[in-house]
């Protein structure tokens, strides 16, 4: 069967660094991406990546091993209005997007 | 980068109305687009996938009548909700495959619709 793996929360203080990690098993892969959602909204597109590799943006990288069927999402320089959930997601082969459940990430001050 | 553009970003209508979703390729001729939406707890679902001069191809339980899909240019493709209801209300994303990056898709921002 098809599977994405997340932690379901952690906890990490401002100004901090965090990485949330996303293992997966599909039929095929199409790239993997990466969303941000606060409680009520419409989810934020963080970044996709189909080749292996490290891929920054600002604050915000996202790494990808496709033999190891890993990727995660590195935040740094924390703030309180990264406190959202983030969900990962791979396309198969089919173009399906098989969605992990996603991170509650929590920030303390 | 490539770009896809969606627009509108969001859109409140009242019920029994029509609401068309654009989703333009900027800088590439995209050969394939697909258009997702969003269901609580579930995420995105692949809702139909669409082929530059043809019709589109819908994914099981997606009705054709209700999500119409055109993708009349390599650049264009539209997704036209009709005689919206309330059930209607999600968030609908599309994504577009070139033609020389056959690996890679590109995301529009999304359309967050509210049906009254």
């Known amino acids: 069967g098809q599977n994405i793996d997340q932690p379901t929360e952690m906890t990490a203080t401002e100004g901090a660094i965090v990485q949330i990690n996303c293992t997966y098993q599909t039929s095929g892969f199409n790239g993997l991406f990466w969303y941000q959602q606060h409680a009520g909204e419409a989810p934020t597109f963080l970044s996709y990546n189909v080749l292996d590799g490290l891929e920054e943006k600002g604050r915000f990288s996202s790494f990808l091993s496709r033999s190891k069927g890993y990727s995660y999402l590195l935040l740094k320089e924390l703030q309180m209005k990264d406190s959202a959930s983030y969900l990962c997601a791979v396309i198969d082969s089919n173009y399906q997007l098989i969605w992990g459940a996603g991170t509650k990430l929590i920030i303390k001050p | 980068g490539a770009v896809v553009s969606q627009h509108p970003s969001r859109v409140i209508c009242k019920s029994g109305t029509s609401v068309k979703i654009e989703c333009r390729s900027l800088?590439?001729?995209?050969?394939?687009m697909f258009w997702y939406r969003q269901f609580p707890k579930k995420s995105l679902m692949l809702m139909a996938t669409?082929?530059?001069?043809?019709?589109?191809?819908?994914e099981q339980g997606v009705e054709k009548d209700k999500f119409l899909i055109n993708h009349a240019s390599l650049t264009l493709s539209t997704l036209t909700v009709t005689s919206a209801h309330p059930e209607d209300s999600s968030f609908y994303i599309c994504?577009?495959?070139?033609?020389?990056?056959?690996?890679?898709?590109?995301f529009g921002s999304g359309t967050q619709l509210s049906v009254l």
């Open positions: 669409s082929n530059e001069g043809s019709k589109a191809t819908y």
């Open positions: 994504s577009a495959r070139g033609q020389s990056e056959v690996e890679k898709l590109f």
């Open positions: 800088d590439f001729q995209a050969t394939t």
